[in-house]
């Protein structure tokens, strides 16, 4: 018998309530990194995800590569394998949450581009399962 919304709504909030939710933060740049460290310091696993390969080792090393964000704090969530940074979007489907943090730059007309959101969201698309929720912070109008 196949699972309802209801109860895979419930699931997933009771697992938020006990903190036991694996969060996917797609985008590590100034949304993403921050927004990913403080999940981490919530006690969530948190898995990053970026096609930057360069960010995804400094990650890995313990080093930010944002001014504001100390390598100390980084070190820390890694170490306590709270936080983890992957180009592997294959690792989609071992979350419950995934935040797509990417630009919305404008374009010459003051228009949102939003192919960064519609080329991650097709990255993703694939990895993607049932009870999984999906949330976008970007700036978009």
Same mark, same amino acid.
């Given at each position: 018998m196949p699972t309802s919304p209801t109860s895979l709504s419930q699931e997933l909030i009771l697992k938020f309530k006990n903190k036991e939710a694996k969060i996917g933060i797609v $985008?590590? $740049?100034y949304v993403g990194l921050p927004l990913a460290i403080r999940y981490a310091e919530e006690n969530f696993k948190v898995i990053g995800?970026?096609?930057?390969? /360069?960010k995804i080792m400094r990650l890995r090393d $313990?080093? #930010?590569y944002i001014e504001h964000?100390? #390598?100390s704090t980084i070190s +820390?969530?890694?170490k306590n394998n709270n936080l983890s940074a992957t180009s592997d979007f294959s690792e989609i489907s *071992?979350? /419950? +949450?995934?935040i797509l943090c990417v630009p919305t730059p404008l374009n010459k007309y003051r228009e949102p581009d939003l192919s960064y959101v519609i080329d991650t969201t097709e990255a993703c698309l694939p990895y993607i399962? *049932? $009870?999984q929720i999906l949330s976008l912070e970007s700036t978009t109008y």
């Open positions: $985008g590590l $740049g995800f970026d096609i930057d390969n /360069d $313990g080093v #930010s964000v100390p #390598s +820390a969530l890694v *071992k979350v /419950d +949450a995934i399962k *049932k $009870g």
